[in-house]
């Protein structure tokens, strides 16, 4: 399918488009690596977002109960339900930020719910987190990102990349980068390489709305100390700032990128109880 893919844009003389992240995967042995990677079965049911020329679906479709698949681009429509005339596999003509739970619960019928896609790199960030704080119903998630992103994602505290980000998707699910893979098996090839990266739900406690707001305001500049981030966005004094860290055991010149995630979320409930803000 991988080279029929290519065949199918010269076929239909598709012309691509840059602005909807249209590269698409052309090897069938990553193809295989991430379905493999995703542990698709028969009790599994996928939601892919953008599908392209179904090279991820195909496989999909050989190893789970069904597919559900979302595309933006209304050309490409047609095309999948030629290639994928099957009854486990329906495609919606939809942007994925605009979906409801409701569009994707209703064919979702098994009991393990997976997202398994290779992301337009223009709206990952904004995928991600619409999933993990609006479909609780999805469980696992293994999707292509470019590989900056999915370091991020997955970086650790006292290192360069961590950042909200990084806090947010750990603090929500258990994040794995589980491989790189290089820019060369797109077609066209993107500049950069990708990475997968798998997100598995764990169970919270914390308000992840309010949570995520006071961590991106820790985070607000980087170069900032904890405490002129916190003093800039909440008007707290930062003398009663000082005292605060004291009494959680850190240092005045502490930095966000120091705080480990489960350390942000006792921060969090704390701060709440100290300062009645958020
Ligand atoms: N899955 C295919 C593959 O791996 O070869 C295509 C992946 S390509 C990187 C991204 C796909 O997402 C394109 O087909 C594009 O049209 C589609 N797309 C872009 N924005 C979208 C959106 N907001 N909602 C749904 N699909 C979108």
Redesign the pocket.
Known sequence: MAQA?IQTIKDSQLVL?KS???????DQNI?KKIVKTANVNKNTSII??????????EELLKKANNVLA????QR?IPILEELFINENFKVIH?????VDEKQLKDYCTKDSIKVV???????TTS?ITKILLEFSFIDELYI?VQKEVAERISAKAKTKKYNSLSVFCQTISDVNYEFTVKKTV?NPVPKIDSAIISFKRKDITVNIYEFEKFVQKCFMQKRKTWINNINVAYKIEKQLLIEFLNKLGYKPTLRSEEIEVLEFQEMYEEFKLNFNVI
């Open positions: 893919n488009k909807l992240g249209q590269n698409f995967l052309t193809v892919e977002i953008g599908p392209g020329l179904g090279a991820l679906t979302v595309e933006l681009d490409l939809e942007d994925f930020l605009k896609a290779n992301l337009p790199y223009y709206i995928i292509m797109f």
